[in-house]
């Protein structure tokens, strides 16, 4: 369990931002509308993001979250992780000072069968978030933040 307090902080102080402005949707894409709304909710602590996240993929700043997620046997214990992440992101979130407002310019950047690529605009880089699907269902597989 230590080694999530670490996947968890990482994230949180590389998406903290002390941007201005307003929210603004670019493009007709659902997975714009897909992956703000579920980044919002991972970082807001709402239990279903847990949802939204492909976990045995998923990788955030550049740590590979999945291969925690998958190298936990128990289901039991998976869902305590995938509960126990949204928590400490969401608190690690706000207590380096992000706020979701800050982010603007929801965008589609890449596009291909496999995956959509989305970006959104803040004053310490650009958040992007990759959407893909599996088994019919979209999914969170990466959030990443380019300075």
Same mark, same amino acid.
């Given at each position: 369990?230590?080694? %999530?307090?670490? %996947?968890?902080?990482i994230?949180?102080? #590389? #998406? +903290? !931002?002390? +941007?201005?402005? *307003?929210?603004?949707?670019?493009?007709?894409?659902? =997975?714009?509308?897909?992956?703000?709304?579920? %980044?919002?909710? #991972?970082?807001? $602590?709402?239990?279903? &993001?847990?949802n &939204?996240?492909?976990?045995?993929v998923?990788?955030?700043? $550049?740590?590979?979250?999945?291969?925690?997620? *998958? &190298?936990? !046997?128990?289901?039991? @214990?998976?869902?305590?992780? *995938?509960? &126990?992440?949204?928590?400490?992101?969401?608190t690690?979130?706000?207590?380096? $000072?992000?706020?979701? =407002?800050? %982010?603007?310019?929801w965008?589609?950047?890449?596009?291909?069968?496999?995956? *959509? @690529?989305?970006?959104? =605009?803040?004053?310490? $880089?650009?958040? !992007?978030?990759?959407?893909?699907?599996? =088994?019919?269902?979209?999914?969170?597989?990466?959030?990443?933040?380019?300075?």
């Amino acid at each position: 369990m230590k080694q %999530f307090y670490l %996947f968890a902080a990482i994230p949180a102080i #590389l #998406l +903290c !931002t002390r +941007c201005k402005g *307003t929210k603004s949707i670019s493009g007709t894409s659902g =997975d714009v509308s897909f992956a703000k709304s579920s %980044f919002e909710s #991972l970082a807001q $602590g709402d239990s279903k &993001a847990v949802n &939204a996240i492909d976990w045995p993929v998923f990788t955030s700043m $550049g740590q590979n979250v999945g291969s925690s997620y *998958t &190298a936990i !046997t128990s289901g039991v @214990e998976q869902q305590k992780f *995938t509960q &126990a992440f949204v928590t400490q992101f969401a608190t690690s979130f706000r207590e380096s $000072g992000g706020s979701v =407002d800050r %982010f603007t310019n929801w965008r589609v950047t890449m596009h291909d069968s496999q995956k *959509t @690529e989305v970006a959104a =605009d803040s004053t310490t $880089g650009v958040l !992007t978030v990759v959407v893909s699907e599996r =088994d019919n269902v979209q999914r969170i597989s990466s959030i990443n933040m380019i300075k």
